[in-house]
T-cell receptor
């Protein structure tokens, strides 16, 4: 069975603090993709990153960074120097590698950044 | 370049009624997937369409059906609505991977249709 767990339901931080959103996944597949999406109040899911299971290099994009550890089945997301505009619901998702449209999402983590 | 367009944005229906939601994929995309997102939950995969056929289906009853048109747009139909069908329905599109380098798994999501069943 494939599953994504985001244990943190809600996180509240003060602006400029660093915050890490946890994601743990389960899959028997040896190849797969992992994603992070941001969902602002408008409802649209905004793509942040995609990683494939072959590539365990950590990635940094501006204030965002991702830590992929296959040994612990985790794909954590860190926002450095958080801003109020980062307030949203963040979803981690898993997809088998191949021609499928199925994304398996976690429950989401609501991040509130206070000024 | 328009992204994924969904209509209507909001809808209120009565139990037992039928509803049709519409999705226009992003330009250049030929594959459409539908998701149901209940309040406070992550999106759940309903089904995927490409080449006008349902290709994969999640754990949803037959009351949920769909269609894809030759222009790649898609409809989601739900019959005999239940209160539990109240949710945000999201459409996602992408260009189907065709086995060459540079695979594009870039799912683009629409803003969804908020369905309320009363």
């Amino acid at each position: 069975a494939q599953k994504v767990t985001q244990a943190q339901t809600e996180i509240s931080v003060v602006e400029k603090e660093d915050v890490t959103l946890d994601c743990v996944y389960e899959t028997r597949d040896t190849t797969y993709y992992l994603f992070w999406y941001k969902q602002p109040p408008s409802g649209e899911l905004v793509f942040l990153i995609r990683r494939n299971s072959f590539d365990e290099q950590n990635e940094i994009s501006g204030r965002y960074s991702w830590n992929f550890q296959k040994s612990t089945s985790s794909f954590n997301f860190t926002i450095t120097a958080s801003q109020v505009v980062d307030s949203a619901v963040y979803f981690c998702a898993l997809s088998p590698l191949g021609n499928t449209g199925k994304l398996i999402f976690g429950q989401g983590t609501t991040l509130q950044v206070k000024p | 370049d328009a992204g994924v367009t969904q209509s209507p944005t909001h809808l209120i229906k009565t139990r037992g009624q039928q509803v049709t939601l519409r999705c226009s994929p992003k330009s250049g995309h030929d594959t459409v997937s539908w998701y149901q997102q209940a309040l406070g939950q992550g999106p759940q995969f309903i089904f995927q369409y490409y080449e006008e056929e349902e290709r994969q289906r999640g754990n949803f009853p037959d009351r949920f059906s769909g269609h894809q048109f030759p222009n790649y747009s898609s409809e989601l139909n739900v019959n005999a609505l239940l209160l539990g069908d109240s949710a945000l329905y999201l459409c996602a599109s992408r260009r189907r991977y065709r086995g060459t380098g540079g695979a594009d798994y870039g799912y683009t999501f629409g803003s969804g249709t908020r369905l309320t069943v009363v």
